[in-house]
Every structure is written in C-alpha cells, then in structure tokens.
C-alpha cells in the first residue's frame, strides 16, 4: 500500500500539468508516433528510390541545412532567455526578418552561380533550385514558431507538429516514388514537410499577436539587438559552420568517390538519427526551456547537466552495441539487400552519432551560460579537423576508412564537448558555494 501510495505521489508531482516530465512526455509523445510512422515507411521508400536519389538528396538537404542555419542569426534560440514577454515577441520578430534577408541573399547567390550550385548537388536540372530558397525561409520561420512555441509551452502544437512533417513528407515520398519522380520527389516531400508543420505551429503566435505586436518597434531592435548581440556574432557562426561539418562528408564523398556512396552515407545517417531525433526533438525544447528558466531564477545547472547527460548515455549504450555488432545485416534485411554497404557505413558512424547523442545537454548549457563565443572556437576546431580528414581521405583512403576516421574524430571531440561544459559547470557551482559561505559569516557575525 505504501509503495502504491509513492508511486502514486511521483507521478502525482512529476507529470502535473506544465511540469518537466509532463511536456517532455507530450513531446516524447508526438516525436515517437512521427518517427515510428517514418521509420515503417522507410522499407517502402527505400525501395522506390536508389542509393543516387539519396546522394543528391542528401547533397541538397546539406546545403539547404546550411542556408538554414543562419537564418534567424540565432535571434530563434535568444527567444526563449528574455524575462518579459514582450522582449521576446520582438526576438521572434527579428528572428523572422532576418529569415527573410537570407533567403534573399540565397536567391542572389543562385542568379549568380547557378552552375556552381547545380555541380555542387549533383542535380541534373538547374530548376530544382529554386527549393532552396524556399527551404532555407521555411526553415527560418519554422525555427522561430518552434521557439516561441516552446517558450509558451504549447508542447502539444510542437508534438502535432513533427507528426504533420513526418505524414507530409512522407505521403510526398511515396506517391513520388511510385511515379518514378528520383530525386525530386525526396527534395519536394521535405520541403513539403516543412511548410505544413510551420502552419501548424501559427496558431500559437496567434494567441499573442493581438496581445504584444504593439510592442514591436525599431527601438526595441536596437536594444536587444545590442543586450543579445552575441548570437548573430558568436552563435550563428558556430551554427554555421555545425551545418557545414554536418554537410561536408555527403558532398565531399559524393566529390570523391561519386553520389552512390554519398547515398549510403546519407541514408545510413538518416536512418541512424531517426530513433535518435525520438529523444532529442523533446530532449532539446523541453530541457531548454526549464534549464533556462532554472538558471534565471540563479539556481547552478550541475545537477541537471549530470542527470540528463547521464540519462542520455544509459537510453543510447544498449541500441549503439547492436547496431555496431549488425547493422549491415539489419540494413539488408529490413531495406533490401542494396542497402548492406550502407549499413557497413552505419556501423562505424554510430560512434559519432552516439556521442553526438549524448551530448545536447552540453550545447543548451553552454547557450544558457552565454558560451557563444567559446562554441564558435570548437566548431571552428570541428569543421578544420573533419574537412583535413575528408580530404586527405579522399585523396588517400578508400571511402570505408574515410568513414572510420571520420567517426572516431566526431567521438572524441564530442566527448571534449561534455567534459569542457561539465567543468564549467562545477567550477561555477563552487563559486556560488563559496558566495553563499561568505554571505552566511557575515550574516552570522551581525
């Protein structure tokens, strides 16, 4: 009776409406139905489509991810800090005109170099460029409602939203697939995927807007623009050249060793982080959100940075043992025996992807903590280090030890990545100790 009594107390204060464990839970929710609906369409997909449909894909989302990644300036990921309200529907305002300056700086640069770009993806046809544009406003403006709905905690629009891409892009896929439409049809379908899920998430700015857009001024700009100038200098940057790390190794395998084996790698990626984008979808705007209301409230991160890293680690060991042990015989048998050489890339990118797993909880912190500029310095690391390692590969090794090389490299500078924000976090939990000594002698001595 007892026992029945506790547990009925945990889950009475721990999925109480608006708690931690309750929004991570409709998050969880609404990420797993969208990747389970995903990952059971992929035995269909893969089979309409070929390991060069996925190469040029996956050299379009690259790049498409790296347009992307600049185009809030970061002013999305500042949403969320503002004590005031108002504050912040003038971040998601800036966050959304500059949304709309990147997407035409793209255009101007696809004028100017559109044969650059179309040898760049492998595409046959120049007009599939005109997605990109496209794709990098949808992205900027999915970013900002993503943000503003996290910070209203309106997980239930964010949940339904991941479950709009996942059905509309792959609904896309599939009727694409059947008729035969390549490469095309994964590009349109995900560009789709992304359209309907920013409708989706309009509904909750439209609570706001009547409330706070009077707010939303130039003066206001300039104030935050100065109070947060770190995320367009130091924070976008860093994204971007994340985007550039991420994109690099299917654009430049695809450049040596041709768009069938930038298809394995991109399918096996993908493959790989669609049970892990399960946890991290949820794990990143619920964890975000409390740690940063936490920390506003002056209370030191160590704690949760330990528990949920820890968490992490415990979630992934078990899956990432067997997909190293078999993943090509997974991979052949669950996609066609066509997919076994990449599941024998999957294999050893797992390392990578587990650590990279492992470390969200390092980058939110670091964000909070206002290590913009630090994180800058370590994607700068990232991006010299994987492009040394691309292309002395490519010059040197076959495309399976590039791999290899490639994977131990991300391991290890992830594994840097948590035991650098770890410290920092201590280090400043025993600053406030020694604050709190201090205040308490001096009270006592009064």
Request: proline content about 3%.
């Amino acid at each position: 009776i007892n026992f029945r009594k506790g547990q009925l107390k945990f889950f009475t204060i721990n999925f109480k409406k608006g708690s931690f464990f309750r929004n991570m839970s409709i998050v969880m929710t609404g990420t797993a139905i969208a990747q389970i609906i995903g990952f059971l369409l992929m035995p269909v997909v893969s089979r309409l489509y070929t390991s060069s449909d996925f190469g040029v894909y996956g050299s379009f989302i690259s790049l498409s991810g790296i347009t992307a990644s600049i185009a809030t300036f970061q002013y999305s990921q500042a949403i969320m800090l503002p004590k005031k309200k108002k504050d912040a529907f003038n971040l998601f305002f800036m966050s959304c005109l500059s949304a709309v300056l990147v997407t035409f700086l793209v255009v101007i640069i696809i004028v100017l170099f559109p044969t650059s770009l179309q040898k760049l993806i492998k595409i046959p046809s120049a007009w599939l460029l005109i997605l990109l544009p496209i794709a990098t406003l949808i992205s900027g403006l999915n970013q900002s409602l993503q943000a503003w709905s996290v910070r209203a905690k309106a997980f239930k629009h964010t949940a339904s939203s991941q479950i709009i891409r996942t059905i509309s892009s792959s609904g896309v896929w599939l009727l694409a697939g059947l008729k035969n439409a390549g490469f095309a049809g994964l590009i349109a379908g995900s560009v789709m995927g992304g359209i309907l899920a920013s409708i989706n998430l309009i509904k909750v700015l439209y609570r706001d807007f009547k409330t706070f857009w009077i707010s939303v001024s130039w003066a206001n700009f300039r104030n935050l623009a100065l109070e947060f100038r770190n995320f367009p200098f130091f924070a976008a940057p860093q994204n971007l050249l994340n985007a550039v790390s991420q994109g690099l190794p299917v654009l430049l395998l695809g450049h040596f060793y041709g768009i069938e084996i930038a298809g394995f790698y991109a399918f096996g990626m993908r493959l790989l982080m669609t049970p892990t984008g399960f946890v991290l979808k949820a794990m990143r705007q619920v964890l975000f959100q409390k740690a940063s209301e936490i920390y506003n409230r002056g209370i030191n991160l160590s704690g949760y940075f330990l528990k949920t890293t820890g968490v992490l680690v415990a979630l992934a060991i078990i899956p990432g043992l067997i997909l190293f042990i078999w993943s090509p015989q997974i991979f052949s048998f669950v996609f066609g025996q066509e997919w076994w050489e990449a599941g024998i890339y999957s294999r050893w990118l797992i390392l990578w992807v587990f650590m990279m797993f492992c470390n969200v909880p390092s980058i939110l912190f670091a964000k909070i903590l206002r290590q913009q500029k630090n994180l800058f310095l370590f994607e700068c690391l990232v991006l010299s280090t994987r492009m040394a390692v691309l292309v002395v590969g490519g010059a040197y090794w076959t495309a399976l030890n590039t791999v290899i090389v490639f994977s131990i490299l991300g391991l290890i500078l992830n594994l840097f990545l948590i035991l650098w924000v770890g410290i920092l976090l201590f280090k400043q939990k025993k600053a406030l100790l020694v604050q709190q000594i201090s205040v308490n002698k001096v009270n006592y001595f009064d």
